[in-house]
């Protein structure tokens, strides 16, 4: 069974720039999150898709950070403009619940880097 | 508030055992998280625990949960070379899927 996928693994933008970052979740997961890591800290929480519908955004940063999920299988996570500070690794995760046990599987993230 | 503090890096010789701290804040923390990441490769989930477990262990790793302290530990016994990744610890409360991460404690192993 296929992991969670991510593209672009790199991503090199000027900033002012649109970068657009997809990520295909294991089949059948409804859950699907974005985390970020900025500069070596914490790995912070982005959002939380149940399907198509956003279950929690309590963590996007600002209104330059647009996440989809159409259809409630792939997801992106468009930074529209990018600035110096949105640099870092954006992973994505995908689980499911089943019979009370309950993991959420990371991708190998998209590392953006703003210049 | 939210808040999970790892040090960031921690360095054994192969054969010896490591521990791996971790402290946070939450009390109504549920579920506590080690994840490993490897150079290029995603977060691997290693272990977890229940809050209301004080100590749990599978194979070469023991994790220690003192509630009261808010401290979690992760030990791996017999260390090797391919153990070399960083750690982070997670803390999840039961109404929510968010994870909350701590800084992740790079573990270098030395023959």
């Known amino acids: 069974e296929a992991g969670v996928t991510q593209f672009p693994s790199h991503s090199v933008i000027e900033k002012g720039q649109t970068v657009t970052l997809r990520c295909d979740p294991i089949?059948?997961?409804?859950?699907l999150y974005w985390y970020r890591r900025v500069m070596g800290k914490e790995i912070k929480f982005l959002l939380h898709f149940v399907k198509e519908s956003k279950q929690d955004e309590s963590g996007m940063p600002n209104n330059r950070f647009l996440a989809e999920r159409t259809g409630g299988t792939y997801s992106t996570l468009k930074v529209q403009p990018a600035e110096l500070e949105d640099s870092g690794v954006y992973f994505c995760a995908s689980s499911q619940w089943t019979s009370g046990e309950y993991e959420q599987f990371f991708g190998p993230g998209t590392r953006l880097t703003v210049l | 508030g939210e808040d999970v503090e790892q040090s960031l890096f921690l360095s054994v010789r192969e054969g010896d055992s490591s521990v791996i701290n971790c402290t946070y804040t939450?009390?109504?923390?549920?579920?506590l998280y080690w994840y490993k990441q490897e150079p290029g490769a995603g977060l691997q989930l290693l272990t977890y625990i229940f809050s209301n477990m004080d100590m749990k262990q599978d194979q070469r790793l023991t994790v220690l949960l003192n509630k009261k302290d808010k401290h979690l530990s992760l030990r791996i016994a017999d260390t090797q070379t391919g153990d070399s990744a960083i750690y982070f610890c997670a803390e999840r409360t039961y109404n929510t899927d968010k994870l909350i991460f701590g800084t992740g404690t790079r573990l270098q192993v030395f023959p």
């Open positions: 089949s059948g997961h409804d859950n």
């Open positions: 939450d009390s109504s923390s549920t579920y």
